[in-house]
């Protein structure tokens, strides 16, 4: 009887303790930030872009590197991810900020991280190839690696985060910049920023 006692006593603490116990906090969703939509006639503007990625870019976890202490190891923040995967939301935030384009845009992402040089200093990354193309003819008008980063102003989640919408529209402007500057016949223009 008293074993039955202890057994019992035992079991509703055990149940009481797990509701009583915290419950694990969920990772904050982050995205770049609401993207300035351009309008043509009372409608979207629609450019046709596609943003490839290795698969290790292809999932929503935010990535940091410790170029001072482990160079070659890549890390996870585990309380901050992205809605999405960055290629995903990069791809999202061309189409919905896009000026009216006369290409196919191919973008493939090979870089999207956060890299500390030492404690108290990070910075954020991102490379990734451009292909534009004719959209009648699919013929490649030219194609330009961009090469982009920028510091963080705090070396935490919340810095990078901050610093990739940054850098996103960053990377937006450098695309409608180039495109800009694309010949309308003749050879291909490909590049790469130095």
């Known amino acids: 009887m008293r074993y039955s006692s202890l057994l019992v006593s035992a079991i509703i603490m055990a149940s009481a303790g797990c509701s009583v116990a915290p419950k ?4 904050a969703l982050h995205d770049f930030g609401a993207p300035y939509l351009q309008y043509e006639n009372g ?3 629609r450019p046709a872009v596609t943003v490839t ?3 290790w870019l292809r999932d929503n976890r935010i990535r940091y590197r410790l170029l001072y202490a482990a160079p ?3 890390r996870f923040y585990a309380l901050d991810r992205w809605i999405a995967p960055p290629p995903e939301l990069f791809e999202q935030h061309l189409i919905a900020g896009a000026k009216p384009l006369e290409y196919l845009l191919n973008i493939r992402l090979m870089d ?3 890299q500390f040089e030492a404690s108290d200093r990070a910075r954020v990354v991102m490379r990734f190839y451009l292909e534009a193309y004719a959209p009648d003819s699919k013929r490649q008008l030219g194609a330009h690696e961009f090469h982009l980063q920028q510091a963080t102003q705090t070396p935490d989640a919340a810095g990078a985060v901050m610093a990739f919408a940054g850098l996103v529209r960053q990377a937006e402007s450098r695309i409608q910049n180039w495109l800009a500057g694309l010949p309308e016949s003749g050879q291909p223009d490909i590049a790469s920023e130095p």
């Open 72 to 74: 070659t190891r890549v």
């Open 112 to 114: 999207f991280e956060q």
């Open 24 to 27: 694990p906090s969920q990772p």
């Open 43 to 45: 409608t979207f503007a």
């Open 53 to 55: 990625a290795p698969k």
